[in-house]
């Protein structure tokens, strides 16, 4: 069975599906956060599926820049996450409800 | 010293003397009266300085305001005319608050009311002085403002504090006349400045407008207190009595004649047809209201009325010349009654500024007792105020060689001249005006006391008979005549008072002496020394008719109550409906909702916004996909 751009592209779009359910459902903002991650990742392996399939680097160039920012992202938001748990002592989303009032 | 100086001087001196007496003086009562008498013998130097001193049409104006082409500015200008009337209004002014140091004496707000005093000299100093239509209109206004400020000074008294709200508000009916006709000719001729109209209307480039002397003429109308507006100078009366001399006597209200004099160039035939008649009407309307009157102040607020009558009579007659003998409108010939008007203004001013503190020294004697039927035989026991009441009592009726002899025979003289009805009208006015005034005279002096009061009465002290004495002599030497102090004071105004010579002399002093002697006659033997007044006993339905005062506040009554207050309710009632219910109320309640239905988005929990954002997600890309 020879592997097309269909198949990568399914398997980004359900990548992209679990990342976002994760982020609906889960509560723990560490997971949600890594379901984001999923996210990202899943858009970059399109991205790379279409660099090989047209012959040409930009998709490649653009998961670079991809994977730069989200180093740059988790370390910004892991610290967010830590400042959180040492304030609040928790990390469930739905006891961070301070925004209304 | 030099001129402007001098009037700047008149003008800052009384305004300073307020300020201090507003700021610091309210509760010193003796220091603020020093303050104010002190200010306002300074102005009466000045003011000599001035107007002996040979100095006329100096340049004095100064810019004020400009927005784009338009220039307001503050000036002074300065002629015979201004000469007369700040001789007047200082020096009878000075009199006056001399009298109110004795009468005022134990007032407890004294501070106050000296403080008012001189706010008002500013005021009318300014109006007196002012080169242009606006800088008249700000003091016009002033005055105004002074004299709601004095009629009130008792205000815990409700029938003072109603009285000072009626001047207020009819005035501004009036004054709404006066700020239009500013408005038109400032938009008809391009200028307001009073030299400036002088020298365009010699020039012929004047652009002739009924409208604009009519609308002035409004001013007057509620200043003056003529017909319809008369309603709020009897009740002003509810003032001291030396305010009433000051302000509703000799030159407040004055100051519509005088304001239709700086403005004469302005006049036009009909205007000055209907500025008569409505003169005209005045002074017969105030002479029959007069007759009923049984409050001294109030004879004499009506006298004053009829007074002021003859003035805007005589000087819409003046200009009948005009309209008659020449074709085409000249100054000269209209300012024969500006010279009638202004002539009449000063000896009035004299001569019923000395009856009003003549009625004060008999009311401070009484005890405050102004019913003049509870008076009687105050001849013996005031022989100054009694000597000096009869010669104001004289002046007014014309007796021949006092002030007012000679100024009503020239108005009489202008009358029969150009218009036989209005004649005929001033000469009835002259009866009834003698008639009423023997009245007064007898039942307050003549005869035995009355009541305890009056048995009681007792002459007032130096600064409450001085002023009388003063102008008791003012009002017979302050005419023409061969004693006449007029010419000196006025000018060339004096030039411009018809005389009458050859039989037209002769008919006129046979005229004028039996008016006087008729209505003094009629009076005298009419009216016996008693409680009761012998006309309402004669016939009392008569009496009642004259004491209606024919209605009018009655007439005013009914249309605020049932005309204008339902009125008013009507577009209050659309107000709160239309506008502030429908528009206002209504465009909030829009946003309101709008906010309510927004913020019940506002959940604050994380998962909720993840779920809006897939929401936003699929709408946008179902409009990106072109579904809708």
Known sequence: MTVGLDQYLFLSALLFAIGFFGVLARRNAIVIFMSLELMLMASTLALVAFSRFNGTYSGNVFVFFILAIAAAEVAVGLAIIVALFRHRKTVMVDELNALKN | ?628
């Open chain 2, 1 to 628: 010293m030099a001129p402007d100086l001098l009037a700047s001087l008149i003008l800052v001196l009384p305004l300073a003397s307020a300020a201090l007496c507003a700021l610091f003086l309210r509760r010193q009562g003796g220091l603020a009266s020093a303050v104010s008498v002190t200010a306002a013998a300074a102005i009466a130097v000045c003011s000599g300085l001035l107007i002996f001193g040979g100095h006329r049409e100096f340049p004095a104006s100064w810019e004020w305001l400009r927005f784009g082409d338009f220039a307001l500015s503050i000036g002074f200008k300065f002629d015979d005319l201004s000469a007369l009337m700040l001789f007047v209004v200082s020096f009878v002014g000075f009199l006056i608050h001399v009298f109110s140091l004795g009468y005022m004496h134990d007032d407890p707000a004294r501070g106050r009311y000296f403080g008012g005093l001189s706010i008002f000299m500013f005021s009318m100093l300014g109006i007196v002085l002012a080169d242009n239509l606006l800088m008249i209109f700000i003091f016009w206004e002033l005055v105004g403002f002074s004299s709601y400020l004095l009629i009130n000074h008792w205000f815990e008294r409700p029938s003072a504090a109603a009285a000072s709200k009626k001047a207020f508000i009819v005035n501004r009916v009036g004054d709404f006349g006066f700020l239009l006709g500013i408005i038109l000719c400032y938009w008809l001729n391009g200028t307001v400045n009073l030299s400036e109209l002088a020298a365009k209307s010699s020039a012929g480039a004047l652009v002739a407008s009924t409208a604009v002397p009519l609308l002035l003429f409004c001013g007057a109308l509620g200043k003056s207190a003529q017909m319809p507006l008369h309603v709020w100078l009897p009740d002003a009366m509810e003032g001291p009595t030396p305010v009433s001399a000051l302000i509703h006597a000799a030159t407040m209200v004055a100051a519509g004649i005088y304001m239709l004099c700086r403005v004469h160039v302005l006049m036009v035939p009909d205007a000055l047809t209907a500025i008569m008649w409505v003169g005209t009407i005045t002074a017969l309307y105030a002479a029959i209201c007069a007759i009923t009157q049984r409050d001294i102040k109030k004879v004499l607020a009506y006298s004053t009325l009829s007074q002021l009558g003859y003035m805007v009579a005589a000087f819409g007659l003046g200009s009948l010349a005009v309209e008659h003998n020449v074709t085409t409108p000249g100054a000269a010939a209209l300012a024969a009654g500006v010279g009638a008007a202004m002539f009449h203004l000063t000896t009035h001013a004299f001569f019923k500024a000395l009856l009003f503190l003549g009625s004060g020294s008999v009311i401070h004697g009484c005890h405050h007792e102004q019913d003049i039927f509870k008076m009687g035989g105050l001849a013996k026991k005031m022989p100054v105020t009694f000597a000096c009441f009869t010669i104001g009592v004289l002046a007014i009726i014309g007796m021949p060689g006092l002030a007012g002899f000679f100024s009503k025979d020239a108005i009489l003289y202008l009358a029969m001249e150009n218009n036989t009805s209005v004649f005929a009208v001033l000469t009835i006015t002259a009866v009834l005006t003698s008639f009423y005034m023997v009245r007064m005279w007898k039942l307050t002096f003549l005869g035995a006391p009355r009541t305890e009061s009056s048995e009681h009465a007792h002459e007032g002290g130096f600064t409450l008979w001085a002023p009388l004495v003063v102008l008791a002599i003012l009002s017979i030497v302050g005419a023409t005549g061969p004693l006449g102090l007029f010419p000196k004071l006025a000018g060339s105004v004096a030039t411009l008072i018809p005389v009458a010579h050859g039989s037209a002399h002769t008919t006129i002093l046979l005229v004028s002496l039996a008016v006087m002697l008729t209505g003094a006659a009629g009076a005298w033997f009419f009216y016996r020394s008693s409680e009761n007044d012998a006309l309402e006993q004669a016939s009392p339905g008569f009496f009642r008719v004259l004491a209606s005062k024919l209605w009018i506040d009655e007439a005013y009554g009914y249309y605020v109550a049932k005309i204008q207050q339902p009125f008013a309710r009507a577009l209050s009632f659309v107000e709160q409906i239309a506008l502030a219910g429908f528009i206002i109320r209504g465009l909030a309640g829009v946003a309101g909702v709008i906010g309510i239905g927004a913020r019940t988005l506002h959940i604050g929990n994380v998962h909720v916004y993840v779920y809006w954002f897939l929401i936003g997600v699929v709408l946008f890309w179902s409009y990106a996909m072109g579904l809708f």
